[in-house]
């Protein structure tokens, strides 16, 4: 069964940090480009971070400098490292493969408080 499992959110004071994980399962996780999107209340889902297979990283220009993502291969688990952490960076967190072809999982909720 093809499976993407996101974990680490929670609620933090703004400035804090957050290291989100999602472990896939079912399919050949190394295989993939990965990307991490997120939605906050009221909005269109957003593309927050992008791993190619080889590693080189892309992100949305209001989270650079600030998360970072990365994978490891053997673990089959694709990470978020997010720092400074803003109230508009709330919302729910999800991980799938890029282009998306995976079924969603249910995302982890990221909670900013100012």
């Known amino acids: 069964e093809v499976q993407l499992q996101a974990s680490g959110g929670g609620l933090v004071q703004s400035g804090g940090s957050l290291k989100l994980s999602c472990t896939a399962s079912?399919?050949?996780?190394?295989?993939?480009?990965m990307t991490w999107v997120r939605q906050a209340p009221g909005k269109q889902r957003e593309l927050v971070a992008h791993?190619?297979?080889?590693?080189?990283?892309n992100y949305v220009d209001s989270v650079k400098g600030r998360f970072t993502i990365s994978r490891d291969n053997v673990k089959n688990t694709v990470y978020l490292q997010m720092n400074s952490l803003k109230p508009e960076d709330t919302g729910v967190y999800y991980c799938?493969?890029?282009?998306?072809?995976?079924?969603w999982s249910q995302g982890t909720l990221v909670t900013v408080s100012s």
């Open positions: 799938n493969t890029s282009p998306p072809e995976k079924p």
């Open positions: 791993i190619t297979r080889g590693g080189q990283r």
């Open positions: 079912g399919f050949a996780f190394g295989n993939y480009d």
